[in-house]
């Protein structure tokens, strides 16, 4: 795959799913903007390995839940690069928690980043991409989004939001070449899901019929098929990454 001389920008870009997708993009040639909030080092991290590896890529922090600073790195990226190619909504938090005890802080934040962010990434891309006449938008969902779960209803609603927000991104940018899409992972090893007890995951691979958690990598797979030129004619659609849990 070449992406030589295309501009990514993977939002929580520093670790665990977005990290991996980073990587793949920066090793197909694309100059990939790895974004992230809190951990300055996980970032230089991912973005030594893409150099490393011979590819080309920048650390950018901003919240993808604050405009203000989401307008500003958008700017700055386009006024460094010039276009924008691909953009990967990775970004996401989880507060988990019953709905009798949910605070609302933690409905909000959820919502902000999970969603309200990918909304703002989307709109930040939207005139450079249609002026382009081309673009690969990519969002980051969950298998929660669809099946629900007890205790995550704030993080469930956020993620099925994306669905609705992409479709109907891919309704309004399909006639100038920009395909909106999907990937739903299922339960994939990262910081995200490293802390949920030994039972609990047990529990949770016993309801995934291949029996395993997925890696970042298996993510980041479905990710490069939907940049590349293989999907230009798949928009509006929800990849699958689970192990069978949700079919
Ligand atoms: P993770 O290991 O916890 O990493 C989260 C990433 O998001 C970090 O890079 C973090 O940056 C960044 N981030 C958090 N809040 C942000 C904000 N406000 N603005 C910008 N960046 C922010 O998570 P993950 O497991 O890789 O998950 C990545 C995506 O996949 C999420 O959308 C998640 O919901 C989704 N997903 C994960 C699983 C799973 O089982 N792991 C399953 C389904 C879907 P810092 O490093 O700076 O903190």
């Given at each position: 795959?070449?992406?030589?001389?295309?501009?990514?920008v993977v939002t929580?870009g520093?670790?665990?799913?977005?990290?991996?997708?980073a990587v793949?993009?920066?090793?197909?040639?694309?100059?990939?903007?790895?974004?992230?909030?809190?951990?300055?080092?996980?970032?230089?991290?991912?973005?030594?390995?893409?150099?490393?590896?011979?590819?080309?890529?920048?650390?950018?922090?901003?919240?993808?839940?604050?405009?203000?600073?989401?307008?500003?790195?958008?700017?700055?990226?386009?006024?460094?690069?010039?276009?924008?190619d691909?953009?990967?909504?990775?970004?996401?938090?989880?507060?988990?928690?019953?709905?009798?005890?949910?605070?609302?802080?933690?409905?909000?934040?959820?919502?902000?980043?999970?969603?309200?962010?990918?909304?703002?990434?989307?709109?930040?891309?939207?005139?450079?991409?249609?002026?382009q006449?081309?673009?690969r938008?990519?969002?980051?969902?969950?298998?929660?989004?669809?099946?629900?779960?007890?205790?995550?209803?704030n993080?469930?609603?956020?993620?099925?939001?994306?669905?609705?927000?992409?479709?109907?991104?891919?309704?309004e940018l399909a006639?100038?070449?920009?395909?909106?899409?999907?990937?739903?992972?299922?339960?994939?090893?990262?910081?995200m899901?490293?802390?949920?007890?030994?039972?609990?995951?047990?529990?949770?691979?016993?309801?995934?019929?291949?029996?395993?958690?997925?890696?970042?990598?298996?993510?980041?797979?479905?990710?490069?098929?939907?940049?590349?030129?293989?999907?230009?004619?798949?928009?509006?659609?929800?990849?699958?990454?689970?192990g069978?849990?949700?079919?």
């Amino acid at each position: 795959m070449n992406l030589q001389g295309k501009v990514a920008v993977v939002t929580g870009g520093s670790r665990g799913i977005g990290k991996e997708i980073a990587v793949r993009l920066g090793a197909a040639g694309a100059y990939v903007y790895v974004n992230y909030v809190s951990r300055p080092d996980a970032a230089e991290a991912t973005v030594a390995d893409i150099i490393e590896a011979g590819g080309r890529a920048r650390a950018l922090p901003f919240s993808v839940a604050d405009t203000a600073a989401v307008e500003a790195a958008f700017g700055a990226i386009l006024a460094e690069a010039g276009r924008i190619d691909i953009l990967v909504n990775n970004a996401g938090i989880t507060r988990d928690g019953l709905l009798m005890k949910m605070k609302e802080a933690d409905w909000d934040e959820v919502l902000d980043t999970n969603l309200k962010g990918a909304y703002l990434c989307m709109k930040a891309v939207y005139r450079p991409m249609m002026k382009q006449r081309g673009g690969r938008i990519i969002t980051i969902t969950s298998v929660i989004g669809f099946a629900g779960n007890a205790g995550q209803a704030n993080y469930a609603a956020a993620k099925a939001g994306l669905m609705g927000l992409t479709r109907s991104m891919a309704r309004e940018l399909a006639s100038r070449g920009v395909t909106v899409n999907a990937v739903a992972p299922g339960y994939i090893d990262t910081d995200m899901t490293r802390d949920l007890d030994e039972a609990v995951k047990e529990k949770i691979r016993a309801e995934i019929p291949m029996a395993f958690l997925g890696t970042p990598a298996d993510v980041a797979g479905a990710v490069m098929f939907l940049a590349s030129d293989d999907a230009r004619y798949v928009t509006g659609q929800c990849l699958h990454v689970n192990g069978g849990m949700y079919m």
